[in-house]
């Protein structure tokens, strides 16, 4: 099992940026997919980045050029950094990794761009 937890979200205003972070802990050796999420309210869940253990990191193309996914396997961790943020990027965000022992989900925390 892989317990992750989000943290770093808050309210910004348009322009500024924000650091998510998504503290794994368990078998995180068996991970092989790290993405992260976001969820706006009446919408789909929709997938923001994908960073696999081989091959390209890509995002979608709403972020593209704003979004930046790393991670720290020192501390386990993984990061969404965004920058220039719009009102539009309002949502919960969640991190989701993927491995040889399942699907695993953060709690999911809340980032709102408003003036």
């Known amino acids: 099992q892989v317990q992750l937890v989000e943290s770093g979200g808050g309210l910004v205003l348009p322009g500024e940026s924000l650091r998510l972070s998504c503290a794994a802990s368990?078998?995180?050796?068996?991970?092989?997919?790290w993405e992260w999420y976001r969820q706006a309210p009446g919408k789909q869940r929709e997938l923001v980045a994908h960073?696999?253990?081989?091959?390209?990191?890509t995002y979608a193309d709403s972020v593209k050029g704003r979004f930046t996914i790393s991670r720290d396997n020192a501390i386990n961790t993984l990061y969404l950094e965004m920058n220039n943020l719009k009102p539009e990027d309002t949502a919960t965000y969640y991190c989701?990794?993927?491995?040889?022992?399942?699907?695993?989900w953060g709690q999911g925390t809340q980032v709102t761009v408003s003036s």
């Open positions: 989701f990794q993927a491995g040889s022992r399942g699907n695993f």
């Open positions: 368990g078998s995180t050796d068996s991970i092989y997919v």
């Open positions: 960073m696999p253990s081989t091959g390209r990191t």
